[in-house]
């Protein structure tokens, strides 16, 4: 059966889990290790999709839980799927929901058949099952779409951890068997198992004898603290194929790019970039600069004078301070183009140190002059 998604690891970094690879999808090649904007509902937020084009960016994500609810997978699969709809030729992957149920509906109950909730938007009464929720990702059309699993809060007692675990790996088999378009759509597995790195071993050991083209490691970044994560992270990344994408989800800020790179991990989605730019917060080679702050009022520099973005080419900080503090549009439209370019090049020259076998120097040179200094 053909393969929709097709990993080529390109080189394996000398002196840390470092790759640097290339996944072919039917909408595009993307290099990886990739960042992806998040495009929660269709679109990543102030961004049209010829800027996202134009900034290199190659695959972007939606949320299956948000596009259920409004505008209803059916009015999408009739405009042509999410490509259709956003007219974005680039590629998508969904997020197959159960992350967002606990996130954001109320009233959930969980069994083993799936979830049902309330919608956050209108209190509607719905359920997710994983057969449901392949239907619903199958009429998306994204490229690469994700098994329907439950992310255990943190904390979670190990008795809790371990039915969610058996839970998601039965549900990982049912999605498969249900999946509608597997020559089409790649179908990721979510490796859950909380902070018990036992269990993320067996997690890991049962999702592959299911065979997939590749693998998330779900039940991170949900308020662990940082050293926990890259312990986790570290420990479950060799027990899965070498030649499969890895992808973390839900993560992260620069310095969770280059712990992430660092541990094996070739994918990353964050809403960070996005979201800190609407309150004026960007990313630059020196760490974050909020541009309310009145130091800003006439500083007439780029935002980031290292970077090479049609915003820090176009516009002063001076400016864009002030169409923040006046609530124009446009600042967030700017703030927002900016970051997501900040995190695409970054992404880019990580991969470009590991083909020029110097991941671990880069590393620490950004830190030092972004503000992470390891010392
Ligand atoms: C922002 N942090 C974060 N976003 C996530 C999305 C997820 N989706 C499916 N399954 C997950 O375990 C999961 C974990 C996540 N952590």
Redesign the pocket.
């Known amino acids: 059966m053909a393969q929709p998604i097709r990993f080529e690891l390109l080189r394996r970094d000398g002196h840390s889990q470092a790759r640097r690879g290339r996944l072919t999808t039917p909408h595009g090649v993307i290099e990886t290790p990739v960042f992806m904007p998040v495009g929660t509902q269709a679109t990543v937020k102030t961004m049209a999709p010829w800027e996202l084009k134009e900034i290199g960016a190659g695959i972007i994500l939606s949320n299956t839980y948000h596009l259920h609810l409004r505008p209803g997978e059916q009015l999408i699969d009739r405009a042509g799927g999410l490509h259709g709809f956003m007219n974005w030729d680039g590629a998508v992957l969904t ?6 149920v606990f ?1 954001l509906a109320d009233l959930r109950k969980i069994t083993d058949d799936g979830v049902s909730f309330r919608s956050h938007l209108d209190g509607s009464s719905h359920s997710f099952t994983p057969e449901s929720v392949m239907a619903i990702e199958n009429a998306l059309g994204a490229d690469i779409i ?1 098994a329907f ?4 809060p943190y904390p979670a007692t190990r008795a809790y951890v371990e039915t969610s675990l058996r839970r998601t790996v039965d549900w990982a088999q049912r999605c498969k068997a249900s999946h509608q378009r597997p020559e089409e759509q790649g179908l990721f597995g ?1 490796v ?1 198992g909380g902070e018990f790195l036992d269990l993320r071993k067996e997690a890991a050991l049962r999702l592959i004898d299911l065979d997939f083209p590749g693998y ?7 308020g662990e603290p940082k050293p926990l994560m890259y312990d986790i992270l570290a420990y479950t990344t060799p027990w899965l194929p070498v030649d499969k994408p890895r992808y973390l ?4 800020s620069p310095d969770d790019l280059f712990e992430g790179v660092e541990r094996g991990v070739d994918m990353f ?3 960070l970039p996005t979201r800190i730019a609407r309150n004026g917060t960007v990313l630059t080679s020196e760490g974050k600069r909020v541009m309310k702050n009145a130091r800003y009022s006439d500083d007439f520099l780029p935002l980031d004078p290292d970077c090479d973005c049609r915003v820090c080419k176009t516009f002063s900080r001076a400016y864009i301070r002030h169409l923040i503090k006046a609530d124009e549009v446009l600042g967030i439209r700017l703030t927002s183009y900016h970051n997501v370019y900040f995190m695409l090049d970054l992404m880019k020259r990580i991969r470009q140190s590991i083909e020029a076998d110097r991941f671990l120097g880069y590393k620490q040179e950004f830190y030092e002059r972004y503000g992470y200094n390891e010392k």
């Open positions: 997020d197959s929901g159960g992350f967002q996130s994700m699993d439950e992310c255990p979510i859950q998330a490691i779900g039940g991170l970044s949900v989800m839900g993560v992260g989605d964050c809403v």
